[in-house]
């Protein structure tokens, strides 16, 4: 999930000494084990930092995994009361992952929202089409113009769209997971006929 969350925004601070523009900043459950590779190669690099939820407070992991420098040792586990941190470096562009306890998932993350057929297929085209193709594409899903304007008011309404019409980050979050938009209509239209 991604999170424009001041806790979250508060933790990659921490990490990295960076405010990480909206929409820049996911939230995972650790899963584990994280090999946590640190290096330059090919325009890119990972940072990483454990960070201590209760105070933010944050120690950087040392470069690792070049030819110069032997990988570090997998992160099998988090310790108690902390995150990993990831700040992803490509050219001047940089966003962040955040893995979090499986339990403190709740704490910087907000609860799956309820979506409508139509706000759910609306905003599906939204994040996957080109304005100048959604309305065509969400007419064969069954989508008049006017459901369409009336769903879009919606999720303008409930902040899942901007006033511009461009999906926001609580609304990529409230179609996570995520599908390309021909796999969603494929499922969409499959599930009419079955």
């Given at each position: ?5 001041p806790e979250v925004k508060r933790l990659v601070r921490a990490a990295f000494g960076i405010e990480p523009a909206n929409g820049k900043t996911e939230v995972k459950a650790f899963r584990g084990p ?58 001047s562009s940089k966003w962040f992952t955040i893995y979090v306890p499986a339990e403190n998932l709740s704490k910087v993350i907000t609860a799956p929202v309820q979506l409508e057929q139509d706000e ?75």
């Amino acid at each position: 999930m991604h999170s424009d969350d001041p806790e979250v925004k508060r933790l990659v601070r921490a990490a990295f000494g960076i405010e990480p523009a909206n929409g820049k900043t996911e939230v995972k459950a650790f899963r584990g084990p994280i090999t946590p590779s640190s290096y330059w190669s090919g325009g890119s690099r990972d940072w990483w930092a454990f960070v201590r939820l209760a105070d933010a407070k944050a120690a950087s992991l040392p470069e690792s995994g070049s030819g110069y420098v032997p990988d570090s040792k997998p992160v099998e586990t988090l310790p108690e009361g902390f995150a990993l941190a990831c700040m992803h470096q490509a050219g001047s562009s940089k966003w962040f992952t955040i893995y979090v306890p499986a339990e403190n998932l709740s704490k910087v993350i907000t609860a799956p929202v309820q979506l409508e057929q139509d706000e759910n297929i609306v905003l599906r085209a939204t994040r996957g089409l080109k304005s100048g193709y959604r309305r065509e594409a969400v007419a064969r899903l069954g989508i008049t113009p006017a459901m369409y304007e009336a769903a879009v008011q919606k999720l303008i309404g409930r902040g899942f769209l901007n006033r511009a019409g461009a999906i926001t980050t609580a609304g990529r979050n409230a179609i996570e997971p995520w599908s390309s938009w021909s796999h969603f209509e494929y499922e969409m239209r499959h599930l009419a006929t079955a």
